[in-house]
């Protein structure tokens, strides 16, 4: 069961930073937040995951809010290859936790 | 990063028969294997998982008759659609997470789409 809420769609221009939110205000102390991205008839790819300090990889940073109700993914120089749709999911970090996938944030960068 | 593929890419078939798809981790083991559908437009559908050597556990509304998951090593897992038919059609993704490895980040394959004619 998706337990987050992400805006539907969010557009971006091309070298800016892209900054998608999301909102997990029911995640649970042992829950992570993992970003995941989909190209359209492709596979999702990992991004970055955080427990409660903000992250930073090759790829994104992330940001998670003190209360950790709400998070925001930041691709800090967005390319056209970056549109794709986002996923936001929270999920234990048991070997017993598995990836629920929500709607996502379809992001589209333009020229 | 860790590679997953999955074979076929793509796969037309008559109604009434079987299909077989093939999950492998490349690069690593995989103490868990999970299967994913998706309908045009819409989001990953978590259908099963499995962990080598045991049976797959299936997610509520998901016929384990019907989708066969055999996970027989730690680097493949398979998913047969039985007697498929025009509303199996979908993108079948599957996802495979390390046995070692601090985090237990999720790697996906490129996923195979059927059409069932």
């Known amino acids: 069961d998706a337990k987050t809420t992400q805006p539907t769609s969010m557009d971006c221009a091309e070298g800016r930073a892209a900054n998608l939110p999301c909102n997990h205000s029911?995640?649970?102390?042992?829950?992570?937040v993992y970003w995941y991205r989909q190209i359209h008839s492709q596979g999702p790819q990992y991004i970055i995951h955080?427990?409660?300090n903000n992250e930073t990889n090759e790829m994104a940073s992330l940001i998670i809010t003190e209360d950790r109700k709400s998070s925001t993914l930041i691709l800090p120089h967005a390319t056209l290859r970056d549109t794709a749709v986002y996923y936001c999911?929270?999920?234990?970090?048991?070997?017993?936790?598995?990836?629920?996938f929500g709607r996502g944030t379809q992001l589209t960068v333009w020229p | 990063g860790a590679v997953v593929s999955q074979h076929p890419s793509r796969v037309i078939c008559k109604s009434g028969t079987s299909v077989k798809i093939e999950c492998r981790s490349l690069?690593?083991?995989?103490?868990?294997m999970f299967w994913y559908r998706q309908f045009p437009k819409q989001s990953l559908m978590l259908m099963a998982t499995s962990n080598e050597g045991s049976k797959a556990t299936y997610e509520q509304g998901v016929e384990k008759d019907k989708f066969l998951i055999n996970h027989a090593s730690l680097t493949l897992s398979t998913l047969t659609v039985t007697s498929a038919h025009p509303e199996d059609s979908s993108f079948y993704i599957c996802s495979a997470r390390a046995l070692t490895g601090t985090y237990n980040e999720q790697f996906f394959g490129p996923g195979t789409r059927l059409t069932v004619l």
């Open positions: 955080g427990l409660k």
């Open positions: 690069d690593f083991q995989a103490t868990t």
């Open positions: 999911i929270v999920k234990t970090g048991s070997t017993l936790g598995r990836l629920y």
């Open positions: 029911t995640i649970s102390g042992n829950e992570y």
